[in-house]
């Protein structure tokens, strides 16, 4: 086995997480799939990481969870925030700008 | 184990974590419910973690534990709960076509990187981190390292960016009041100018034989009183009507001149 196995998992993984961004109509749901993104973007990096030797990757994925994180709860701020107003989590019911 | 190889121990850990992170990742996006795609998705980062481990990223491994499956899913949950729970997805396609059509492209997506990545990657030789990971004493001591000298400065602006992240949540979450709260003294006003029975209402008929919810109290004319019985009840016609003879029976008990 070869550690560029890993490197496949992970656009493995980025591709589920696209289509579930296409797929799902509930924001949360499409929330957890743009997080599977950024999961596997991590996993690519680590993977790189220890292929080439240096820590910079890792210390890249470390800055991702962080960027992750604070992006996670900013957003689902305004999904809660959005619900309050329409009493729906559904990403296409806010069509105000439609036309 | 070797700098360069994967040894085989690796490689059943790497085939069971990879397979259940793709079983979870699936079954996120095939759930109809929001909660159960929280849970799988904490398969798959849990199982995200063990493969960092895996890479030698020990630390990475334990902040994914600690900040996804830990932090970030259980604000997911926590949000899933304020939402509602029964959420669950609407099956009517707003554009005609559009499941098939993103279907197609993101198998399609899937393809096209893994075919191009398993075909690139394949002559490439690993270095491995232990000659970088020994080099400052350990894991830990080599991001570190890192952080606080070569990345410095985007490590200073990640403060500035949880700082903003943390109090645009909470403007955004921040519900004003426009009216002041009501007392217990305005409840209590409004609870009387209601029209209705303003206190507990009566408990049903408690006798000796009939201790249940279903007989009604007795007025002290004798007449029963409806509304001593749960609503319920009533309005399945349930009440049990009084036994004039049993509570004959029981003032006589009372009163020392039955048997």
Redesign the interface.
Same mark, same amino acid.
């Given at each position: 086995?070869?550690?560029?196995?890993?490197?496949?998992?992970s656009?493995?993984?980025?591709?589920?997480?696209?289509? !579930?961004v +296409?797929?799902?109509?509930?924001a949360?749901?499409v929330? %957890?799939?743009v997080?599977?993104m950024l999961?596997a973007a991590? &996993?690519a990096f680590?993977?790189f990481?220890?292929?080439? !030797?240096? +820590?910079?990757g890792?210390?890249v994925?470390?800055?991702v %969870?962080?960027?992750?994180?604070?992006?996670?709860?900013?957003g &689902?701020?305004?999904?809660?925030?959005i619900?309050?107003t329409r009493r729906s989590?559904?990403i296409?019911e806010p069509n105000l700008l439609k036309y | 184990m070797t700098d360069t190889a994967v040894n085989t121990g690796e490689a059943v850990v790497f085939w069971i974590c990879s397979v259940l992170a793709v079983a979870g990742a699936l079954g996120m996006v095939l759930s109809r419910k929001a909660v159960h795609s929280a849970l799988w998705i904490a398969l798959t980062m849990i199982n995200l973690a063990i493969l960092y481990v895996a890479n030698s990223a020990p630390f990475l491994g334990m902040v994914q534990v600690i900040v996804y499956t830990g932090a970030v899913m259980m604000l997911f949950l926590f949000v899933l709960m304020v939402v509602g729970v029964d959420s669950s997805d609407s099956l009517i396609e707003t554009i005609k076509g559009q499941r098939l059509a993103a279907l197609i492209l993101g198998i399609g997506l899937a393809g096209l990187l893994v075919w191009g990545i398993a075909n690139g990657l394949t002559e490439t030789s690993t270095v491995g981190l232990d000659a970088a990971n020994a080099a400052d004493g350990g894991n830990v001591e080599g991001i570190a390292h890192l952080i606080f000298t070569k990345y410095l400065l985007a490590f200073e602006l990640t403060s500035a960016l949880l700082i903003t992240a943390a109090m645009g949540a909470m403007v955004l979450a921040h519900r004003e009041h426009w009216t002041s709260k009501a007392t217990q003294k305005d409840l209590s006003v409004e609870r009387f100018h209601r029209d209705e029975h303003p206190g507990n209402l009566p408990n049903p008929g408690v006798y000796a034989r009939h201790n249940a919810v279903d007989t009604p109290a007795l007025l002290p004319d004798g007449t029963p009183l409806e509304e001593s019985i749960p609503a319920p009840v009533r309005a399945r016609s349930d009440a049990r009507p009084v036994d004039h003879a049993d509570v004959r029976e029981v003032h006589e008990i009372t009163e020392g001149k039955g048997e």
């Open positions: 086995m070869n550690p560029s196995n890993y490197v496949v998992l656009a493995l993984l980025f591709s589920i997480g696209t289509i !579930g +296409l797929v799902r109509r509930n949360i749901v929330f %957890m799939s997080e599977l999961n991590n &996993l680590v993977a990481a220890r292929m080439n !030797g240096n +820590l910079d890792q210390v994925a470390f800055f %969870m962080v960027v992750a994180a604070s992006e996670v709860v900013v &689902l701020a305004i999904i809660l925030t619900f309050r989590a559904s296409d | -």
